[in-house]
């Protein structure tokens, strides 16, 4: 976010000195048809497309300040600066014509981005421990519809059995399968109820894993464009 923001208020500070030289260049060419017009070279409708032409490129100046006053808002709250604080970075190098210094394009193979996205992105980690939660969920649900056992020990000591005609020491071992008959359909309705859990879970896992690829797909088209519009620029700027 602070490099968008960086970048931004570079790009907005280059577009205020474009419309600043487009003023001044629609200026003197008005001063120009006016001169032509005074010595009877032009008519006054060129003098009146020039007007027009200073009046758009003025309006544009205007919209062009008010962009960089966003931007550098913006910026100074993404850095964590009061939004009103100023903000002033140095312009960028000046433009070689026909010499372009363009970064490299990263690695926009799309099987290798995906897998990094679904490695490090946090909602694909969030998504899949939902689903592994979801899944838990209906296997306790379920045990309860299952029959289960039970093992108890008991052990007595008598140090007298004279008395009561009875051993020294005895022992019990008890075992004992409960099988669930009804229960009113509790155990039903909540196993039903994880089920629809886990579907749910898989689902918006699903949806997640495919918001990350169309965000991929999208960064690669966006990268690959701006870099195919840098180079073509260059004809323009020469």
Do not use: C
């Amino acid at each position: 976010a602070v490099k968008s923001g960086y970048y931004g208020v570079l790009r907005a500070q280059a577009l205020v000195r474009v419309s600043e030289a487009a003023v001044a260049a629609s200026d003197a060419s008005l001063k120009v048809a006016e001169a032509q017009l005074r010595a009877g070279t032009v008519a006054a409708f060129d003098v009146l497309r020039a007007k027009t032409q200073l009046a758009n490129n003025q309006q544009n100046l205007i919209s062009a300040r008010n962009q960089l006053a966003i931007q550098k808002n913006a910026f100074a709250n993404t850095i964590g600066l009061d939004p009103s604080t100023p903000v002033e970075l140095p312009p960028p190098p000046a433009i070689t014509p026909g010499k372009p210094d363009l970064p490299g394009l990263p690695d926009l193979a799309e099987a290798t981005l995906l897998e990094r996205a679904r490695k490090q992105r946090p909602e694909a980690h969030q998504a899949s421990l939902n689903e592994a939660k979801a899944r838990k969920a209906t296997r306790l649900a379920r045990r309860n519809l299952e029959p289960f056992a039970s093992l108890s020990l008991n052990g007595n000591y008598n140090p007298n059995p004279a008395l009561i005609a009875n051993e020294r020491s005895t022992g019990t071992v008890s075992v004992t399968l409960t099988t669930p008959i009804y229960d009113g359909g509790a155990t039903k309705a909540e196993v039903e109820a994880a089920h629809a859990d886990e579907r749910t879970a898989a689902i918006q896992t699903d949806q997640f894993l495919r918001g990350i690829k169309a965000e991929v797909q999208q960064a690669v088209i966006a990268v690959r464009d701006a870099e195919e519009r840098a180079r073509t620029a260059w004809a323009a700027v020469e």
